[in-house]
């Protein structure tokens, strides 16, 4: 299985401030990443798909990108609405496989 | 528009099973796989598998392989997910999802306990 690390494990910032996500992916997955955004009691929000196409109604302060093992989100311009966890997945090989999650509060 | 509704929370016993549904709208579940997921706060996420409802192909996490068992019904428009010999390790929210992971049912709690 392909093993995605994500971090860091938790974050805290300033609104207005930009901050950055990493995932590792344990083998090349070719861009096929996509980010998710995931609220208390609710099911994930699909941020950024491909690395790097950002979802339609998604805010373009949202962006991904990389390559190979390694990708990033970044988030521009820091909003109240922004806190979340957030998670990398990788679908370029079955099992399809989540990073374990960047937990994002504002300071 | 398109949305996935979910069943209601579980409660189950040890040993037993339980049947999750996911009721799609807007579109036709043949046009589409439906993934599921698995979310324990204390693990992240787990991709389960999908299915195919059109022929009812299903592919599996190996993981899951001996736990989940997905069906669809393309009359309602509905997939399932049976879990079966439930253990404390299957207590969890279970998401319904239509590729490209867009769209989300709102998640089945279920809960294992004796």
């Known amino acids: 299985d392909i093993r995605m690390t994500q971090s860091p494990a938790s974050l805290s910032a300033s609104l207005g401030e930009t901050v950055n996500i990493e995932c590792l992916a344990s083998e090349d997955i070719y861009s096929d990443l996509a980010w998710y955004q995931q609220k208390p009691g609710k099911s994930p929000q699909l941020l950024i798909y491909n690395a790097n196409s950002l979802q339609n109604g998604v805010p373009s302060r949202f962006s991904g990108s990389g390559s190979g093992t390694q990708y990033s989100l970044k988030i521009n311009s820091l909003q109240s609405e922004d806190v979340a966890t957030y998670f990398c997945q990788q679908y370029n090989n079955y099992p399809f496989t989540f990073g374990s999650g960047t937990k994002l509060e504002i300071k | 528009e398109v949305q996935l509704q979910q069943s209601g929370p579980e409660l189950r016993r040890p040993g037993s099973s339980v049947k999750l549904s996911c009721k799609a709208s807007g579109y036709s579940i043949t046009d589409y796989l439906m993934h599921w997921v698995k979310h324990r706060p204390e693990h992240g996420l787990e991709w389960i598998g999908w299915i195919d409802p059109e022929d009812g192909e299903t592919k599996y996490a190996q993981k899951f392989q001996s736990k989940a068992t997905l069906t669809a019904d393309t009359s309602s428009n509905t997939a399932y997910m049976q879990l079966s010999s439930l253990t404390s390790e299957d207590t969890a929210t279970y998401f319904c999802?239509?590729?490209?992971?867009?769209?989300w049912g709102q998640g089945v709690m279920v809960t294992v306990s004796s």
């Open positions: 999802a239509r590729p490209p992971f867009d769209y």
